[in-house]
């Protein structure tokens, strides 16, 4: 499994080791270069103090750092083309799929306005409301 090192879990670089851990399979990190061999991989990475390598079976997890790939970029001809390409239309039934939905809506309730706010003069004032009329302090 190749997955990149920054994620929606707030860039916490956790998804692909908690998926290593839950399937059971050894990971590396930061990967700038991997190499394939018969039922392992050659994983480069770099650190503060150099590069690392190191040597996992397979199958793994390795999450990619940003030097692992260079990006192909489209040439503006390409563009121009890929614009006056025709884009096909097909529907669920096209493909031979009946759609139907899983969800019954049994009925919509607004929720309720709310309260208009209050101002206070001070800071003191706000104590006293939220002690006296809200009980939340």
């Known amino acids: 499994v190749i997955a990149g090192k920054q994620s929606v879990d707030t860039d916490n670089n956790q998804a692909a080791q908690m998926l290593a851990a839950k399937l059971g399979i050894p990971q590396a990190c930061f990967a700038f270069k991997v190499e394939l061999g018969e039922g392992k991989a050659t994983v480069q990475r770099e650190i503060d103090g150099g590069l690392d390598t190191k040597e996992i079976a397979l199958p793994a997890v390795i999450t990619a750092d940003l030097r692992l790939n260079t990006p192909r970029y ?51 004032d706000l104590v006293n409301k939220l002690q006296n009329e809200a009980k939340v302090l």
Do not use: F, N
């Not at 049994?106 to 706010?117: D, M």
């Open 74 to 124: 489209a040439a503006l001809p390409q563009i121009m083309k890929a614009k006056r390409k025709e884009v096909k239309k097909t529907t669920p039934a096209d493909l031979g799929i009946e759609v139907s939905s899983a969800t019954k809506v049994l009925g919509l309730i607004e929720p309720p306005a709310r309260k208009a706010g209050q101002m206070v003069a001070s800071v003191d």
